[in-house]
């Protein structure tokens, strides 16, 4: 079963970060991607996403579409990157998260639309 796990974290603590806090962020990203075969899975795709200063949202509402810059919404945390995941089970990819730094994750399993 796939399933993406969304990071979130306030966009200032990557820019505020030391050198060595981005090291040890990128060796705990490091430890999760050798972890995920260990625990059964497979990674599907992973990517940082730009600062949300570069985001576009487009609403459609019948034949109307607004299109604006900035994200979808206001919030503290803001959207950071992605991992999808075929993993056999939910526990699989908790226990993953485990390794990733101290942001907010949101793991959501994908629609199967075969």
């Known amino acids: 079963m796939k399933f993406l796990v969304l990071i979130y974290q306030d966009e200032s603590v990557w820019r505020?970060?030391?050198p060595a806090e981005q090291e040890r962020y990128y060796a705990e990203h490091e430890a999760f991607s050798a972890a995920v075969p260990e625990r059964g899975c497979t990674m599907l795709a992973g990517e940082a996403l730009v600062g949300v200063a570069s985001a576009t949202t487009v609403r459609r509402r019948g034949e109307?579409?607004?299109i604006s810059e900035g994200p979808f919404a206001e919030t503290a945390e803001q959207l950071g990157g992605f991992y999808l995941l075929d993993a056999p089970?939910?526990?699989?990819v908790t226990d993953l998260c485990r390794l990733l730094p101290e942001y907010t994750?949101?793991?959501r399993p994908v629609a199967d639309m075969d």
Not at 89 to 92: G, N, Q, S, W
């Open 16 to 18: 505020d970060a030391t």
């Open 105 to 107: 994750l949101e793991i």
């Open 64 to 66: 109307h579409v607004d």
């Open 89 to 92: 089970d939910l526990d699989a």
